[in-house]
């Protein structure tokens, strides 16, 4: 089977943008505006000859507790439990909110391994705008552009890399035992 990389973060983040750019679509619908997207969402992405799983979420919300949020948050949860992998995406123009940390908490606590990418990086200094991220607790953060594609390839061959090449994941399903958090 394929890794399932699953994207998690707060609003108008990215996601649905680095969605795209990894399945090479526009099946994601793309807006400056919160709450587009309320369900998973699902594609195949490809690097050489590696395919993998890509699960697009809503806004996540770890502590809603009715309504249209917590539907979301409930669809997010899913995908957090089908993970091989979580990219928790923050935006490093906004810089790290208590919403980030909210979420932080709820996937320290998932069993998965997470890789913190900080999104909308074009044209900033990379150190500067991920100094501020550091405080979440994931390691080193990855600055990115999903809109422009600036890190993607890096970004990807480092969540690939503990996966077997003929995508056989029965064998390399990590666990909490094997967790390295990046």
């Not at 996540?60 to 993970?83: C, N, S, T």
Request: charged share 25%; glycine share 10%; hydrophobic share 40%.
């Amino acid at each position: 089977m394929k890794p399932t990389i699953v994207l998690v973060g707060r609003p108008n983040v990215g996601k649905s943008t680095l969605f795209n750019r990894l399945t090479r679509t526009r099946d994601a619908l793309v807006a400056d505006q919160p709450g587009l997207t309320r369900d998973r969402h699902y594609g195949i992405g490809r690097v050489g000859e590696r395919d993998y799983l890509v699960v697009d979420t809503a806004g996540f919300d770890p502590v809603a507790k009715d309504g249209i949020m917590h539907e979301m948050a409930r669809q997010a949860e899913q995908a957090i439990a089908e993970a091989d992998v979580l990219l928790f995406l923050v935006d490093g123009r906004a810089g790290r909110t208590p919403h980030d940390e909210q979420i932080a908490a709820r996937l320290r606590r998932a069993g998965r391994p997470v890789h913190l990418v900080v999104n909308k990086a074009e044209g900033l200094e990379r150190a500067l705008v991920s100094a501020d991220f550091h405080a979440l607790g994931f390691g080193a953060p990855l600055p990115v552009s999903a809109a422009h594609g600036d890190g993607i390839k890096q970004l990807v061959e480092l969540v690939l890399a503990p996966f077997p090449e003929d995508g056989d994941r029965k064998s390399t399903r990590l666990n909490s035992s094997h967790l390295v958090i990046s």
